[in-house]
């Protein structure tokens, strides 16, 4: 139930603050202890069509601007989140439940993105080449594609619309952006701050309501050429299909069955430290998050009980106070779905080495938490091991050397990111080349990404495509080769061939 006196948010559109046409609201809830965070509109396919609307009309003057003029409000944009880091970050730590250290990790991203994304305005390199004919000129150059549907998660509420929005824009495209219903005030302030940064009327708009509603209607919306979706496999396979007919350029990031590998050569405190990082951070609800220790069996025992022992010493609280370790997931349905895994840990025969539970006491009653939890004596084929749970919730595989620990770590669906800790270079390469991801890491777990580095996976986290990095323009702009004959005359490429 609203608060007397809670805050209501609206609709950005063409430059304005709008309800939804229907006037319904959700509620944003903080998940530590269940206050409502702010009222939004619970909007419909009808508002979807207004923000494209405004979106195609803001595009035909936005692609014209010069890219290092969008650089320049990028720039400011950028600046604008740093200045608000601290906000925000707090914000995040109420609205998403993130530890503070995290949370201004999340900001600081966005902010890096920002500035990276900023300085493509004066590169968005194109190629030119010889021409086959004397007298002709060729090049070839990224064009904008018009209105981008962009579609985002919330456990990186401000990260990800910054992968997604940023290079977009510099492209000189326009944007209907859909935040995800569990983080709609920092997807708020995010635009807030894009228009502070004087980005022009309808270049940007935000609708906020559900997937259903407003993500349909945004992927079935013939005037948005691009849908941009950070989500689940089920999503994205949606997504594809009702998207089919209008023949969009989809771009999806979704799950992750991450592991680290640990061989018996490894640094084990490097490792453990880097386990707990990864599996426990975020509470575990991250794409990249590494749901599967695959160790080499010299080392499972010793392994298995300083993970254990981290996992307990991990402090359960509330984001944004400053001794917690790990916060609360998003909502409860996520607890129940976390908490179903470990049913089905334990009937497939794990050994459930920690965790697996609700913690009890005040502190908790009214939050979504749950305890860091580890199994044991897993095999690879489990659905433990297989399935992504978004939780903190990992899994430890013993293996009897390198080729067993590569087709493990390879024996899923998912292919986003992996970590080997080896002191063998050899076995480093190997691992580099054979392990089937978008992303490997060597002597550091599966979490920590850079912005200017493509982002993504293989498999079925993803279509093919990759976000961050130079990688980004590829999913925001069309390629257009240009050529130019001076020669004033016919040439027939291909046929004039004497030269
Ligand atoms: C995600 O979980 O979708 O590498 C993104 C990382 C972060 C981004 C994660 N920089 O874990």
Partial sequence: ??????????????????????????????????????IFPRSSSQDVDRAVAAAKAAYEEWRLVPAPKRGELLFRFAQLLADAKDELTELMSREMGKVLAEAGGDVQEAIDMSFYMAGEGRRLVGH?????????????????????????PWNFPIAIPSWKIAPALICGNTIVFKPATDTPRLGERFVELL????VPKGVVNVVHGGGGEVGDALVRHPDVPVITLTGSRETGVEVMKRAAENLKHIHLELGGKNAIIVMDDADLDLAVEGIVWSAFGTSGQ?????????VHERLYDALASRVVAAAEGLRLGAGWEEDTDVGPLINRRAVEKVHSYTEIGRDEGAELLTGGETPTGNAFDRGAFYRPTVF?????????AQEEIFGPTTALIPVAGFEEAVRAANGVKYGLSSSIYTRDVNGAFRAMRDLDTGITYINAGTIGAEVHLPF???KDTGNGHREAGQAALDVFTEWKSIYVDYSGKLQKAQIDTAE
Avoid: H
Wanted: charged share 20%; aromatic share 6%.
């Fill in 1 to 38: 139930m609203a608060l007397l006196g809670t805050k209501s948010f609206q609709n950005y559109i063409g430059g304005e603050w709008v309800d939804a046409a229907s006037g319904e609201t959700f509620e944003s809830v903080n998940p530590a202890n269940g206050d409502t965070i702010g």
């Fill in 128 to 152: 030119t080449t010889p021409s086959e004919l004397r007298d002709k000129f060729n090049m070839s150059v990224r064009m904008p594609i018009g209105v981008i549907g962009v579609i985002t």
């Fill in 195 to 198: 228009d502070e940064a004087g």
């Fill in 286 to 294: 991250r794409c990249t998050a590494a749901s599967r220790v695959i």
């Fill in 376 to 384: 044991g004596r897993v095999e690879p084929g489990m659905r433990i």
């Fill in 456 to 458: 993504g996976g293989t």
